[in-house]
Every structure is written in structure tokens, then in C-alpha cells.
């Protein structure tokens, strides 16, 4: 056959609103690319088995087509072949096909189910994103690629097995899947990149496979009716924002190979309700369950010695917390407005308080201080009504607001190495009435205080190895 014989030639029909129906030629072998592409009339096709190659758009923009068979002997689909042809409700592939290219059905908002032959081995980018009223897809047991956002925003699709041979699921592969209820990730996949299924709405349950080593950031993001997870051994690694605002989750089962949590990984899970960490993580990033307002236990083993700021903050439930002693410090925010928190020991090794970190704790009883703790941050324990007593021997440096508004508080134990007091870091304690101070008169007068510390905080006594001043002593700072 002399060259170019067979072949509709590249844009032969393009644009052409007068075209309704097209019967190709027996003996055509190849349509070139953007051969019929936005003839928005075009409702009916027929491409004869003689065809082994269609080129990128050919059929792209043709809005009326409702129907296409392709023929025998085609091993690929093209980029955006149908891309935006609204009507299309029916493809039938044929077997031996090989691949779909980028964005092949993109576009296809009518397309209602899409039965791949077991030939095909991958699924190009794109490829049936936006097909809104797709409900079934029959993935093919001999598939190993399904390229990033290959089925975003396809809200018509229910559910989904992922097969043995893909080793990735690629990033927004699923997202916005409107109506996805459960979806299920064979052992074969390794990592499951960043947005895979972010706003999927409806999904309820997750089985990830015994391989999957990480789950990437905001990988199920807004996935607000999931209920439960189960991390397999295999992850090592959460990532950012994976299960943010996944609020119905009320059950999270760590494995034991998580290493790390990313920052807002399970920000505002408002119902989960109890965390018990495993051994083995080593850190938990910034406002990783911030504000899960369900939680009422946390489990830190001594495995993290990481833990950002905001870690828990706004957990107003959260009444009990065990802080592993793999801690060095309380990073700033860590348990700001835990309104419930009763109780809290510091590990052993923790050598600061961050800012903030138990500020508006309005139920905080009890602060067994770590013997390694020279540094209270700022606002350290601000508003914590119900602070009793506190022991600062280690300390050596008390910040701004440390203390400020903690009315229930009527003794200070300070520590002769302590150095300096913030402004107003006893202020408003208006039940303090004694201060132990483990150094001498002589030393009391070393340190250094701002002249508001303890403004509006009433007549105390400062308990000294060798006397006792009263707050107005001329000799007091």
C-alpha cells in the first residue's frame, strides 16, 4: 500500500457542524489526529476493524456523539481522543487493546461504565476525569499504571478494586469522588501519593495492603464519612494532612512500622475519640490531631522524641495524656486549650515548656515537673484555674504570662538557679500566698523580675533558706 493510502488526513473533518453521522471506509488504517475533533453535530461513528491507529483528538469536542465501537485492532487510545465529548454513554473496547492515553474520555460526563479488556496495562493521566455519571469500572487483572488523576471527579462511582499488579496509586488518582463508598488496595501497592482520594465523601471504609510503606499528604483529606482505619506494619510514614477533617473517623488502628505523623495529619478527626501512638514512632508533626474535639486519651510512647507545635491543641476533651520520655521538650501549643486535661507528669528528659503550651488548661490540677525542665515559655500555663501548686526547682528562666490568671494557685516552689521572671508571669493569682525559694535572701535579690510580675496577685510571703520577705518588703524585687 503506497503511503498515505487508507489514512484520513490530520483535521480532514475538523469543526465541520454539518457532519451528523460518518461511515469510515473499509481499508482505512490510520485517522489522523483531530480528524473529526469538534464537530459538535457528529452523533454517530462506525470505525471499521481495518483501523490500527486513531491520533490524539480525533474525535475531541464531538458533544452529540453517543455511542463508539473500536475496532479489533487498536492498541492504543490516544491523547483526549474523546476529551469533552459530553453525550458519549457507550465505548466498547476491543481485546488486545494496550493502553488509554491522557485524557482519553476526560470530559465524558454521560459515560455511565467503562469494561476494560484484560490487555490493557495502563490508564494515562486524566483519562476519565470529570466522567460524572460513571458508576462501574472493571479494571483489568494485567493493569500496572493508573496515572495521576486518571478518575477525578468521576461523583457517579460507587466503588473501586485497585489490581494486584499496580505498585502506586499516583496523586488526585480518585480525589473528589463524590460517591465512592469503599475502595479496596491490594498488596501489591507501595505508596499512595499525595490528594489519591481527597474529598471523597461517602467513603466509608479503607483496606490498605500489607505493602503500602507510605500514605501521602492529604491523601484522604475531607473524607468526612470514613470510619475506621487499619495502617498496616508496612507504613512508615503519614503524610501532611492525610486524614484531615476526615470527621466521622472514630477508629484509627496504628501498625508497627509508623515512624512518622505529618503536621495536620489527623486535624480535626472530631470523633476519634481515643490515640495510643505505637512504640517505634519517632515524631508526630505540628497540629497533627489538633482539635480533635472527641478525644479523650493519648498514648505518646518513648519512641517520639519529635513533636511539633499545636500537636493537640483544641482537643476540649482530651482528659488524659501519657507523655513518653523520649520527650525533650513540650513544644509551644502542644496542649493549648486541652480545656480538660486534669493531669500532666513531664517526662524526665524534657528540659522547656513551649509557649503556650497548657495555656487556657482550665482544668488542670496537677504538673509533675521533670527534673531536666530549666525553661517555662511564655503563657506556659496561662488561665489554668485550677493549678493548685507548682514546683519550678529546675527552672531557670519564667516567661511572660507564664502563670498569669491561674486563680486557683497558692504556692510556688522557685529554685535557686532561677535567673529571671516575665512580665507578668504571676499575675492575677489572687490565691498565691507563698513563694518557697530555695536560695538565700542574697540570691532572691539577684534575679532578674520585671516590675509587673505579680501585679494584681495579693500579699504573699517569699520563703527563703535564710528568711521570709513579704510581697511589699522594701528589700523584695
Known amino acids: 500500500m503506497k503511503k498515505n493510502i ?4 490530520p483535521k480532514a473533518f475538523e469543526n465541520r457542524k454539518s457532519l451528523t453521522s460518518y461511515v469510515i471506509p473499509d481499508g482505512v488504517t490510520v485517522i489522523g489526529e483531530r480528524a473529526f475533533a469538534g464537530c459538535i453535530n457528529l452523533t454517530s461513528v462506525v470505525i471499521p476493524d481495518s483501523v490500527v491507529e486513531i491520533g490524539d483528538e480525533a474525535f475531541a469536542g464531538c458533544v452529540a456523539l453517543e455511542s463508539v465501537t473500536l475496532p479489533r485492532g487498536l492498541k492504543r487510545v490516544g491523547r483526549a481522543l474523546f476529551g469533552k465529548c459530553a453525550k458519549l454513554k457507550k465505548v466498547v473496547f476491543p481485546d488486545g487493546l494496550a493502553s488509554i492515553g491522557v485524557g482519553a474520555f476526560s470530559g465524558c460526563e454521560s459515560l455511565t461504565r467503562v469494561d476494560l479488556p484484560d490487555s490493557v496495562t ?3 493521566a486524566v483519562a476519565f476525569s470529570a466522567c460524572f455519571d460513571l458508576k462501574s469500572v472493571r479494571m483489568p487483572k494485567g493493569l500496572t499504571s493508573i496515572g495521576h488523576g486518571a478518575f477525578m471527579m468521576c461523583s457517579g462511582l460507587t466503588s473501586v478494586t485497585v ?3 499496580v505498585t502506586r496509586v499516583e496523586k488526585w488518582t480518585f480525589s473528589n469522588c463524590l460517591s465512592l463508598k469503599s475502595i479496596t488496595i491490594p498488596d501489591g501497592v507501595t505508596e499512595i501519593a499525595e490528594k489519591a482520594f481527597m474529598g471523597c465523601g461517602e467513603l466509608k471504609r479503607v483496606v490498605l495492603g500489607r505493602r503500602v510503606k507510605s500514605v501521602g499528604d492529604q491523601a484522604f483529606q475531607d473524607c468526612v464519612s470514613l470510619k475506621s482505619v487499619e495502617i498496616p506494619d508496612s507504613v512508615k510514614h503519614i503524610g501532611k494532612q492525610a486524614f484531615y477533617g476526615c470527621e466521622g473517623l472514630t477508629d484509627v488502628t496504628f501498625g508497627r512500622g509508623v515512624k512518622s505523623v505529618g503536621e495536620k495529619a ?5 470523633a476519634l475519640k ?7 514512632v519517632e515524631s508526630v508533626g505540628d497540629s497533627a490531631f489538633s482539635r480533635c474535639y472527641g478525644l ?3 498514648v505518646i510512647p518513648d519512641s517520639v522524641t519529635s513533636m511539633g507545635r499545636s500537636a493537640f491543641s483544641g482537643c476540649d476533651s482530651l482528659r488524659e495524656v501519657s507523655l513518653g520520655g523520649g520527650l525533650t521538650e513540650i513544644p509551644d501549643s502542644a496542649f493549648g486549650g486541652c480545656s480538660r486535661l486534669r493531669r500532666v507528669v513531664v517526662p524526665s528528659g ?3 515548656i513551649g509557649n503556650s503550651a497548657f495555656d487556657e488548661c482550665f482544668c488542670l490540677e496537677s504538673v509533675t515537673m521533670g527534673g531536666a525542665v530549666t525553661e517555662i515559655g511564655d503563657y506556659a500555663f496561662y488561665k489554668c484555674g ?3 501548686a507548682i514546683d519550678l526547682s529546675g527552672v531557670q528562666g519564667i516567661g511572660e504570662c507564664a502563670f498569669t490568671v491561674c486563680g486557683a494557685l497558692t504556692e510556688a516552689t522557685l529554685g535557686e538557679g532561677l535567673s529571671c521572671i516575665g512580665e507578668r508571669a504571676f499575675e492575677r493569682c489572687r490565691r498565691l500566698k507563698r513563694i518557697v525559694y530555695r536560695g538565700t535572701l542574697e540570691t532572691w535579690q539577684s534575679v532578674i523580675a520585671y516590675d509587673a510580675w505579680d501585679i494584681c496577685t495579693p500579699r504573699y510571703k517569699i520563703y527563703c533558706a535564710d528568711g521570709v520577705l513579704d510581697k511589699d518588703d522594701e528589700r523584695n524585687i
Not at 487508507?6 to 488526513?9: A, L, T, Y
Not at 481515643?274 to 517505634?280: F, N, S, V
Open 163 to 165: 489490581p494486584d499488579g
Open 274 to 280: 481515643r490515640l495510643a501512638l505505637p512504640d517505634g
Open 122 to 124: 495502563s490508564i494515562g
Open 6 to 9: 487508507g489514512e484520513i488526513k
Open 266 to 270: 489527623f486535624y480535626e478527626c472530631c
Open 296 to 298: 479523650t486519651s493519648a
Open 386 to 388: 485550677k493549678l493548685a
Open 350 to 352: 524534657a528540659t522547656r
